[in-house]
């Protein structure tokens, strides 16, 4: 059990331009959750799945944001045509079915300039 | 409407000297409360947990927290900080709930916490 991996963790980019992250949860966990988290902020949910069906979305997802977990493994993050407004912390995190404690990943530090 | 609040933005005591963090929530129904602590460029651990039963949780490295209905609160506490305790806390109420778990948290805004050595 080697945790949460997230990759990048750290992403600078140019506002416009797409960006894509990627979460490896914890092995056998099936639930797999993202989180965004501003400056001065706690975590807030954007979306999360159950194996690979994707069970809820925030309204902070917007129509830019999309996220994958297409074999029930790993998941992507994209953020399409990227805003200074973006710029955050994405963290995942991962759980057992039935759990109520999530492990979170070390997360991706995205900076949009 | 749920919400957690975390009225203290940051806390400075001195090494050995005991530690409260204040948290209050705002939920329906009984609420799964949660302690995390997140370190520089560190993900969150989770530190304690209350669901129900007794009032009073004990979590890892020496914390605990007392849940009080009366008040919406879930205080964080430790006897004796150490300098190692130094960083962000999270307060969190479990808002999304199914059959298989919890699977949405509120987090509070977080309480930074300085040691003096």
């Known amino acids: 059990d080697t945790g949460v991996s997230q990759n990048p963790r750290h992403k600078i980019t140019k506002r416009g331009q797409n960006v894509t992250f990627r979460c490896d949860p914890i092995s056998e966990h099936n639930r797999l959750y993202w989180y965004r988290q501003t400056l001065g902020q706690g975590p807030e949910f954007l979306t999360y799945?159950?194996?690979?069906?994707?069970?809820?979305k925030s309204r902070l997802l917007s129509d830019r944001f999309s996220a994958e977990r297409p074999k029930g493994s790993f998941s992507t993050l994209e953020i399409q045509r990227t805003e200074q407004g973006d710029s955050a912390m994405y963290l995942c995190?991962?759980?057992?079915?039935?759990?109520?404690?999530?492990?979170f990943g070390q997360g991706t530090r995205l900076t949009v300039v | 409407a749920q919400s957690v609040t975390q009225p203290d933005i940051h806390i400075t005591v001195s090494e050995g000297a005991s530690l409260e963090l204040r948290c209050n929530y705002s939920y329906g129904a009984t609420p799964y409360l949660f302690w995390y602590v997140q370190s520089p460029g560190q993900g969150l651990q989770l530190l304690l947990k209350?669901?129900?039963?007794?009032?009073l949780v004990q979590g890892i490295k020496g914390f605990e927290a007392e849940f009080k209905r009366s008040q919406s609160s879930f205080n964080l506490r430790k006897p004796s900080v150490h300098w190692s305790d130094a960083a962000e806390y999270f307060c969190a109420v479990g808002a999304g709930r199914d059959t298989s778990g919890t699977y949405k948290y509120i987090f509070g805004t977080g309480t930074r916490l300085k040691v003096l050595a």
């Open positions: 995190a991962s759980s057992k079915t039935g759990s109520t404690e999530a492990f």
């Open positions: 209350y669901f129900s039963g007794d009032t």
């Open positions: 799945f159950q194996n690979e069906a994707q069970l809820e």
